[in-house]
């Protein structure tokens, strides 16, 4: 009888046992890692969508163990602030322009420069291969994910500019190092970040502004403004970032962070492509609302460039002064320019 108890006592404790391994056990299942992501971008813009659709391809190819919620239009973290916030913590994920805090990058600034930059994909290449092999120590303190850079940027106003002196003490919005290209071009910069520009030109805060042909569908500048100038010779781009808190990226097994590195990549080409994409969108939407589209002679053209050439002497005076290899970076830059 003794005998008979122990046999089903064993027996319980196998059926246990069993339902111990077979049962899912939730204690032991894998967390799933939740992250926020900031953009200053409106919802519907399509840069907007496109940084919607690289969280969703992380979550996807994680298998939903990485879930991301995305705020647009700088509802979690003003664009002026979105690294810092992301340094902090506040924000895990963050995506804005380099150009937002002045003299935070300084060898990075380099992009920003007005190389006579011709389109997007090029830009977007280009700032991706300067990070890949100068590593800016400016950049330490956060997890790049990638960088990208929009195509040439354009004097768009609200009274035609034929010829520089037709800039002469206009109120133009710039930011970053395209302020100092206003300056140069005898223009008075108005500093606003791009969400604020339309109110700017609708107000008369600002005359005119510097921005890719995009913006003026993408943030409706075109109905504010009257005429773009095709100021390649003077064009500038801006750098932009997505980036991550260092800790929460150090946080992640290291199979998902291949996956972050991973879609990254891939997310470089697609942005560069949108940028050009959206600037002929930009050309469309800005023609069909009657402004003008004004090209510049040769001569003309000569004129801007020799205006806006002594910014790439001073940024290398600059970095040099404070021990950094800009004299190497610009090379970089217009030799990366001239062969692609």
Same mark, same amino acid.
């Given at each position: ?15 246990? /046992?069993?339902?111990?391994? !077979? ?5 032991? #299942? ?5 992250? @926020?992501? /900031?953009?200053? %971008? ?7 969508? &496109? *940084?919607?659709?690289?969280? $969703? ?18 509802? !979690? ?48 290449? &280009?700032?991706? *291969?300067?990070? *890949? ?33 037709? +800039? ?5 919005? #710039?930011?970053? &190092?395209?302020? $100092? ?8 910069? +108005? ?24 913006? !003026? ?28 808190? $260092?800790?929460?990226?150090? #946080? ?7 996956? %972050?590195?991973? +879609?990254?990549?891939?997310?470089? =080409? ?9 600037? =002929? ?9 009657? @402004?003008?589209?004004?090209?510049? /002679? ?6 801007? *460039? #020799? ?20 004299? =190497? ?12």
């Amino acid at each position: 009888m003794k005998r008979c108890k122990t046999v089903k006592i064993i027996f319980l404790l196998l059926i246990v /046992s069993c339902c111990f391994f !077979l049962v899912p056990n939730h204690s032991f #299942a894998q967390k799933v890692i939740t992250l @926020n992501y /900031s953009n200053f %971008f409106p919802a519907p813009h399509k840069h907007s969508i &496109l *940084a919607e659709q690289w969280s $969703k391809e992380i979550e996807k190819r994680t298998n939903n163990r990485v879930k991301i919620t995305y705020f647009p239009g700088g509802t !979690l973290t003003p664009a002026a602030q979105t690294y810092d916030s992301v340094v902090r913590g506040i924000a895990d994920i963050g995506f804005s322009c380099f150009a937002y805090t002045r003299g935070k990058f300084p060898l990075t600034e380099v992009i920003d420069l007005p190389l006579g930059y011709k389109n997007g994909i090029t830009a977007t290449r &280009l700032i991706n *291969a300067y990070y *890949a092999k100068f590593k800016p120590k400016e950049l330490d303190d956060v997890k790049v994910l990638y960088l990208h850079a929009h195509g040439p940027g354009l004097l768009h106003t609200k009274k035609p500019v034929y010829k520089l002196e037709d +800039v002469k003490n206009m109120k133009i919005r #710039a930011t970053g &190092l395209a302020s $100092k290209v206003v300056i140069a071009l005898g223009g008075a910069p +108005v500093g606003t970040t791009q969400p604020e520009t339309y109110d700017a030109l609708r107000t008369g805060v600002a005359d005119g502004a510097m921005s890719p042909m995009e913006a !003026l569908q993408g943030f409706k500048w075109g109905e504010v403004i009257n005429s773009t100038t095709l100021s390649y010779a003077s064009g500038y781009s801006t750098g932009m970032y997505v980036v991550m808190n $260092k800790s929460k990226w150090n #946080a992640l097994p290291v199979d998902i962070q291949k996956i %972050f590195e991973q +879609v990254s990549s891939e997310w470089i =080409e697609k942005q560069g492509a949108l940028w050009d994409q959206i600037e =002929e969108e930009g050309k469309t939407f800005t023609l069909k609302r009657g @402004n003008k589209i004004i090209p510049l /002679s040769k001569a003309e053209e000569a004129r801007w *460039a #020799a205006k806006v050439r002594p910014l790439l002497d001073e940024y290398v005076k600059a970095a040099k002064a404070k021990g950094l290899p800009g004299d =190497e970076a610009l090379k970089f830059c217009l030799d990366y320019l001239k062969k692609n």
